[in-house]
């Protein structure tokens, strides 16, 4: 179906920045949403932002002004550029995607998440 796959990841100091990565493979026929969510130990998956064909982007109040989402259709992958990295950013990243495939399906699809750690 659509598989998706997490990267850049990993451990760095708060002020820091870290670009995550998810590149969506199938039948992508065109991408409809693609949008970042975390989860931090103890707590509920949120929304991080979201970024819609032909609507706004969206963004947590936390990360607003820090963190940037964008997307490359061509090559089926979305970024979340975060910046300014605070300790509460520590959480699990996880890409989502909505997406048509060449009969016009819509499929949702969830990566596998990918751990970001901010230590202070």
């Known amino acids: 179906q659509v598989h998706l796959v997490e990267s850049g990841g990993g451990s760095v100091q708060a002020g820091r920045s870290l670009r995550l990565s998810c590149a969506a493979s199938?039948?992508?026929?065109?991408?409809?949403?693609m949008g970042w969510y975390r989860q931090a130990p103890g707590k509920q998956r949120e929304l991080v932002a979201r970024?819609?064909?032909?609507?706004?982007?969206n963004y947590a109040d936390s990360v607003k002004g820090r963190f940037t989402i964008s997307r490359d259709n061509a090559k089926s992958t979305v970024y979340l550029q975060m910046d300014s990295l605070k300790p509460e950013d520590t959480a699990v990243y996880y890409c989502n995607t909505q997406v048509r495939t060449l009969f016009n399906r819509v499929i949702d699809s969830w990566g596998q998440g990918t751990q970001v750690t901010v230590s202070s």
């Open positions: 199938g039948s992508i026929f065109s991408i409809d949403v």
């Open positions: 970024m819609p064909s032909g609507g706004s982007t």
